[in-house]
Nanobody, 112 residues
Framework: QVQLVESGGGLVQAGGSLRLSCVAS?????MDWYRQAPGKQREWVAS???????NYADFVTGRFTISRDNTKNTAYLQMNSLKPEDTAVYYC?????????WGRGTQVTVSS
């Protein structure tokens, strides 16, 4: 299993931007971002492979960009044009053969 630490969350006005970071304790292949809003199920946001190939949920396409720095075992989520409905705890995830690894999350709050 791998330890993951997220950072970069905060309070921002609608239309603003934030950049989240996720540092892994070792090198990993796939890295994902998920989010969970109050009273809702956790949902997938974006994924990136070790080679840099990325995929996005429809609700963030064109606004969010996932990237990574393999030399730092770090993934990033650049979030632009934030909306109040983006308010959630954002979690980093690394899929594993037996179980996934999760960070503790970072809170993102978007005010209207």
């Amino acid at each position: 299993q791998v330890q993951l630490v997220e950072s970069g969350g905060g309070l921002v006005q609608a239309g603003g931007s934030l950049r989240l970071s996720c540092v892994a304790s070792r090198s990993v292949s796939m890295m994902d971002w998920y989010r969970q809003a109050p009273g809702k199920q956790r949902e997938w946001v974006a994924s990136i492979t070790e080679e840099g190939s990325s995929n996005y949920a429809d609700f963030v396409t064109g606004r969010f960009t996932i990237s990574r720095d393999n030399t730092k075992n770090t993934a990033y989520l650049q979030m632009n044009s934030l909306k109040p409905e983006d308010t959630a705890v954002y979690y980093c995830n690394v899929p594993g053969p037996h179980r996934d690894s999760w960070g503790r999350g970072t809170q993102v709050t978007v005010s209207s």
